[in-house]
């Protein structure tokens, strides 16, 4: 069966500096989104994206963050000036056109600010 | 705001036992909704879906779930818990027009031999 990828599993950064969390959404999916699991609490909606164009994005998701779709095949996730509270899981995950689809998400990037 | 409530961040049942696991949303139009499962170190594994075509939607390892319009709930329920079902739980909510999931603060399955 076909799954998102995430890479790295986890990735550890000093604080201000730039981090790139990269997935590899389902080929044939259409919307691609991030989440965010801070320990503890509850998994939350960042971004979605579709036809190269941010389609919806929450409070959280302010300037420090962006996304793109470099090729045919990676989502990306930039925060820009890391800080300790950037600390989370990351998730991607990707669905198809239809409101009532799923999203299938990868197995998260634990994102460590130092 | 638009929410999703799970009762009980924890809940243990023994093994054979039944399990229930509660969710309710704030919504007066039925979003739709989605139960996920997530094991230690893994992502978010979809257990199944509500998509107003039946009230009682199965979904994998035996789990289902009804939903109730009245009482804005979409509880999950197993007849029999096995060991292997300890994991996290996660009710989310997409609201009309919109993809972004709200999740509820999830529920930790243990199941005792």
């Not at chain 2, 705001?1 to 007066?28: D, I, K, P, W």
């Not at chain 2, 939607?57 to 939903?67: L, P, S, Y």
């Not at chain 2, 979409?74 to 027009?97: I, N, Q, R």
Request: net charge neutral; hydrophobic share 35%.
């Amino acid at each position: 069966e076909p799954e998102v990828t995430q890479t790295p599993s986890h990735q550890v950064t000093q604080m201000g500096q730039e981090v790139i969390l990269r997935c590899v959404p389902i080929s044939n999916h259409l919307y691609f989104y991030w989440y965010r699991q801070i320990l503890g609490q509850k998994v939350e909606f960042l971004v979605s994206f579709y036809n190269n164009e941010i389609s919806e994005k929450s409070e959280i998701f302010d300037d420090q963050f962006s996304v793109e779709r470099p090729d045919g095949s990676n989502f990306t996730l930039k925060i820009r000036s890391t800080k300790l509270e950037d600390s989370a899981m990351y998730f991607c995950a990707s669905s198809l056109g239809q409101l009532n689809q799923p999203q299938h998400f990868g197995d998260g990037t634990r994102l460590s600010i130092l | 705001a638009q929410s999703v409530t799970q009762l009980g961040s924890h809940v243990s049942v023994s093994e054979g036992a039944l399990v229930l696991l509660r969710c309710n949303y704030s919504s007066s139009v039925p979003p739709y909704l989605f139960w996920y499962v997530q094991y230690p170190n893994q992502g978010l594994q979809l257990l199944l879906k509500y998509t107003s075509a039946a009230t009682l939607v199965k979904g994998i390892n035996g789990f289902e779930a009804e939903f109730k319009k009245s009482e804005t709930s979409f509880h999950l329920t197993k007849p029999s818990a096995h060991m292997s079902d300890a994991a996290e739980y996660f009710c989310a909510v997409s609201y009309t027009g919109r993809r972004a999931l709200t999740f509820g603060s999830g529920t930790r399955l243990q199941v005792q031999p």
